[in-house]
């Protein structure tokens, strides 16, 4: 008979494997220490094929919950995460955020005092129940009781993050030699929703469709099969084949754009001020697919919104060739400026990376301006090459990208290739994802930093109009001057730094294998006049 800690903590680590959890992420901590010994005799008694555990060890828990994110991106099941109690379970709070908002299955089970310690001066004793709030459904955990808590999975199962709090008490450590893991429950076969709404549109109407992230391929199969042109983020999971414009964006300030008289849009678009320009007008009619998240609702009136949106058959050619012809033009106009730039510019380096990524590839993007300059630089990409380009857009924060990189590529260990590109405050903001310990897993991933020794987006903004220039780098450009080879070696992390396109070809040519960081160095007081220029390379 084992201590009543040691039992629940087995029960809650059941529970997840009968919810198919196969990916766990620990941050160290005493009172969750049952749950991790748990965790560790599951994960050395089997593999997670075979209903086991692949653990993985985090000294900090916000790296910990955006490690446990990007495994969960990239994979079939939800990721757990655990951790001790504290101000160590608010650290998940921008994951549990991200995850809710993008619609990501993650489990988050903190370690609390017995109930009978809140409201004192208990070490480590805070208001746990319910701290993700909205976030995540909260189910208070103080008995080994399988069918409640397998109730509680299956009630939220694969829609959102929920948190499981469980109530540890002394002793903590297991008083046996240890544990099999047990027997691992059925998951029962979830009920069969509603059925699907769907609608069937008339062509007639000039129409394009716009692909926010995670979109998916029914974005591009609807765009083919009626002939319209594809406006698809790069993260939308399906910028591929012949109907995707590249420069979309550009073209959507010009007449082209002013032509457009009905949207379609799937997933969630979040890079393009054209693109919510456009799904604002009062003349243009807005179809909506559903989307996942915490507020699926749109920021933007549509006529509609339903699950599936098909069409009768194809419209007339001429609309879709007339957006390929302007797109071939403008992008040979933007492959003709950037060339002729002196230094390296971050729209190529998004490129180069874009380029190098392989069939059957991966690449993780960052948020702000990497993001945006991939979105103009995305190489064409054929349908069915299984390349995966993913980013944290739910909430769109710069918050753990290093870390969800490295999630993702170890939750894709099959990718022939796995890149990250981000800025350098991006890049900074979550250097403890590169520390990992000696037993730990290291995927074979590139990092591409682009450093322009500061947050350049916002001198494309508002407030990088001249009026400000006395106060800007203050409170918007921060420049740091940080030496990220040395932060990189302090790591063990392999560094190379390049300031020219053939280098970057060469160094993403040329893999060193495990994780790697390639730093390249563009201008940043060139930024905001760069983009006008590039916007005007399309009449308004």
Request: net charge negative.
């Amino acid at each position: 008979m084992t201590n009543p800690s040691t039992d629940l903590a087995r029960t809650v680590v059941t529970a997840l494997r009968g919810a198919g959890v196969r990916e766990v992420v620990i941050a160290p901590g005493s009172r969750n220490a049952p749950l991790s010994f748990a965790l560790y005799d599951v994960a050395r008694a089997g593999t997670p094929q075979a209903h086991g555990l692949r653990l993985h060890t985090r000294m900090d828990e916000r790296t910990a919950g955006f490690l446990a994110l990007g495994l969960a991106k990239v994979g079939v099941q939800p990721a757990a995460v655990v951790c001790t109690s504290g101000t160590a379970v608010a650290h998940l709070l921008p994951a549990v955020m991200e995850a809710a908002h993008a619609g990501v299955p993650l489990v988050v089970v903190t370690a609390d005092r017995p109930a009978r310690l809140r409201g004192t001066g208990a070490n480590q004793t805070t208001d746990q129940v319910g701290i993700f709030r909205s976030f995540a459904p909260t189910l208070d955990v103080a008995a080994a009781d399988l069918d409640e808590l397998l109730a509680f999975l299956r009630t939220h199962e694969g829609v959102r993050p929920v948190h499981l709090n469980v109530q540890l008490d002394d002793p903590l450590l297991p008083d046996d030699d240890g544990w099999d893991g047990g027997d691992v429950p059925t998951w029962a076969v979830p009920a069969v929703g509603p059925p699907l709404e769907r609608v069937v549109l008339e062509p007639g109407p000039r129409t394009v469709v716009v692909a926010g992230d995670d979109a998916g391929p029914p974005a591009r199969v609807l765009a083919e099969r009626a002939g319209w042109p594809l406006l698809a983020e790069p993260s939308s999971g399906c910028r591929t084949g012949d109907h995707v414009v590249r420069t979309y964006r550009l073209l959507l300030s010009g007449e082209l754009g002013r032509r457009v008289e009905r949207v379609v849009v799937h997933g969630h678009p979040t890079l393009s001020r054209p693109v919510a320009r456009l799904l604002a007008r009062d003349d243009v009619e807005v179809v909506s697919a559903r989307q996942r998240g915490r507020w699926a609702e749109r920021p933007f009136s549509v006529a509609r919104e339903v699950d599936q949106v098909d069409v009768t058959g194809p419209d007339d050619p001429a609309w879709l060739e007339a957006w390929r012809e302007a797109d071939r033009a403008t992008s040979r106009g933007l492959d003709r400026f950037l060339a002729a730039e002196r230094d390296l510019t971050p729209y190529e380096v998004a490129g180069a990376v874009s380029r190098a990524l392989p069939h059957g590839g991966l690449l993780f993007v960052g948020a702000s301006n990497p993001v945006r300059d991939l979105d103009l630089m995305v190489a064409r990409y054929e349908v069915g090459g299984r390349r995966k380009v993913i980013a944290n857009r739910g909430l769109a924060g710069i918050d753990g990208t290093i870390s969800s990189a490295i999630g993702a590529a170890l939750g894709r260990p099959r990718s022939t290739r796995a890149m990250a590109l981000m800025g350098d405050v991006t890049f900074l903001h979550d250097t403890t994802g590169l520390f990992l310990g000696p037993r730990e897993e290291r995927p074979d991933l590139t990092i591409v930093v682009v450093n322009d020794d500061g947050g350049s987006i916002f001198a494309t903004l508002e407030q990088g109009a001249p009026e400000h220039a006395d106060r800007f780098d203050t409170l918007f450009g921060t420049p740091h001057g940080v030496d990220v080879a040395s932060l990189c070696a302090a790591a063990r992390v392999p560094h190379l730094r390049v300031t020219g396109l053939p280098e970057l070809e060469q160094a993403l040519a040329t893999p060193n294998g495990g994780i790697e960081v390639v730093e390249a160095r563009v201008r940043r007081d060139n930024r905001a006049e760069l983009d006008a220029k590039i916007r005007a390379l399309v009449l308004p």
